[in-house]
């Protein structure tokens, strides 16, 4: 129960370092990411505000606050004021081709660089103000839509405000412009903004985040590798001890019997009365020597368990049918039935007899020893195209679903809530697996309740 509490209160930590790991990597990821973005967005703004202040770029400019200066003094001429859409609709007409090539220079030079292929600019006018005389007249408002001058159309949670621009020109009373001459003094008040949109921001900030991402999560999970590894060695280490604790039951279980009748035969062997009674001697001997068959036979199968692997294997032609009919005429069950249902095909395999002849040896004993007297153990068999399958069923106690992937394990028997109605090491079924290994064999085992058990031994054809 204590060992049960410590892993418990072992896990429960261990969840709550690595969530606790977890959420410190979070925090210290996600305020890295929120500064990559934002050191992002000022590399961008700087980059394109470079790119806008160039030579070239100011020519367009100037020509283009020329052609709105134009186009204001004509729709002022003569103190006529024209329908201040049609003046828009003018402002677009006069300077279209030149926001075309405005755009064509701009587009080229945001592809030659490879972190602003996804940022696009625009510029547009806010605002439009006419001062004439101290009278403010307002061609476009703040509050109106804004007049796109060149770049693309976009608004959307990625646009970013680059600048606001505010262009004042003067234009004298009673002077000369391409022969237009004016009445009274004019302000043009210009105010236009540029904008940038980083739709692309995310796969940019990804890719220089993309170290921290990958240094945050080895550690994460390294951290629970490590945890596997500890608690898988805990658990090793709990099944070891348990095998242990089982098997010195198990084999101080086994001879003990053996034992306490050694010492009954020796006392016995010892009295006057018995070393003059020679038949009584001889029957005394015979136990004895039985008893230490029984201990040699204990003994050899812990060693067994050692040394399987060095044996040597032979390979060789064997005759199936032939090889379990001899097997069949020389087994003798006195207390149980037995039946035997081979297939009649003669089938001759490469394999070792005396490794099957083990393990049939292992499942007929062991079908024995969990069946009560006088029901039937079968011996039977079947090919395949890829296997000859022997089959050894019994009626005796089915083996729990639970259990059955260990019972080829080592020391393993199936819990029997420290009752002990049938004796043995847990070795036996370990031993015919490992024979098989050696052969190339597979072991299988069928069991549903009430129905007995059926094992398999599937030999490669």
Request: charged letters at 25%.
């Amino acid at each position: 129960m204590e060992r049960k509490f410590t892993i418990r209160m072992l896990i429960i930590l261990s969840i709550l370092i690595i969530g606790t790991l977890s959420y410190i990597q979070y925090y210290l990821i996600h305020n890295t990411y929120e500064l990559t973005k934002e050191k992002y967005y000022t590399e961008v703004k700087k980059r394109i505000t470079e790119l806008m202040n160039t030579a070239v770029v100011d020519s367009f400019e100037n020509k283009a606050q020329e052609n709105v200066k134009q186009v204001i003094i004509e729709a002022y001429h003569n103190e006529h004021k024209s329908d201040k859409k049609l003046i828009i609709k003018a402002l677009k007409d006069d300077n279209k081709e030149l926001y075309q090539q405005l755009n064509s220079h701009l587009f080229q030079n945001l592809k030659r660089s490879k972190d602003l292929r996804n940022v696009q600019y625009k510029s547009q006018y806010e605002e439009i103000v006419i001062e004439r005389e101290g009278i403010l007249d307002t061609l476009l408002s703040s509050k109106d839509l804004p007049v796109l001058l060149f770049g693309h159309k976009f608004n959307d949670s990625n646009t970013l405000l680059l600048n606001h621009n505010e262009t004042i020109s003067v234009i004298n009373k009673n002077s000369r412009d391409k022969g237009i001459s004016y009445s009274q003094n004019l302000k043009l008040i210009v105010r236009t903004s540029n904008y940038i949109n980083v739709s692309g921001w995310k796969q940019a900030v990804f890719n220089r985040m993309l170290g921290t991402f990958l240094l945050g999560a080895t550690l994460i999970i390294a951290v629970i590798s490590l945890l596997f590894m500890v608690f898988s060695a805990m658990i090793r280490q709990k099944k070891i001890a348990d095998i242990k604790t089982d098997f010195a039951n198990n084999i101080t279980h086994e001879l003990k019997t053996p034992l306490s009748s050694v010492s009954l035969i020796l006392k016995s062997m010892s009295r006057d009365d018995v070393k003059t009674n020679i038949t009584l001697l001889d029957d005394l001997m015979q136990s004895l020597n039985r008893q230490y068959l029984k201990i040699q036979h204990i003994v050899d199968s812990v060693l067994e368990g050692a040394m399987l692997t060095e044996i040597a294997v032979q390979i060789e032609e064997v005759d199936m049918l032939t090889f379990l009919n001899h097997y069949a005429q020389d087994l003798r069950l006195p207390s149980h039935k037995f039946a035997i249902n081979i297939d009649p095909n003669s089938s001759s395999i490469r394999t070792n007899p005396l490794f099957i002849e083990k393990i049939l040896n292992v499942y007929i004993e062991n079908a024995q020893k969990y069946s009560e007297p006088g029901k039937i153990i079968v011996l039977e068999s079947s090919i395949t195209d890829k296997f000859y399958i022997i089959a050894v069923k019994d009626e005796g106690l089915s083996i729990n679903e639970k259990h059955q992937t260990h019972i080829f394990d080592k020391f393993y028997r199936v819990p029997e809530e420290n009752r002990h109605s049938v004796k043995g090491l847990g070795l036996g079924l370990f031993l015919a697996k490992q024979a098989a290994d050696r052969i190339h064999a597979k072991l299988e085992l069928k069991s549903k309740p009430g129905k007995g058990s059926t094992f398999f031994i599937k030999l490669p054809i």
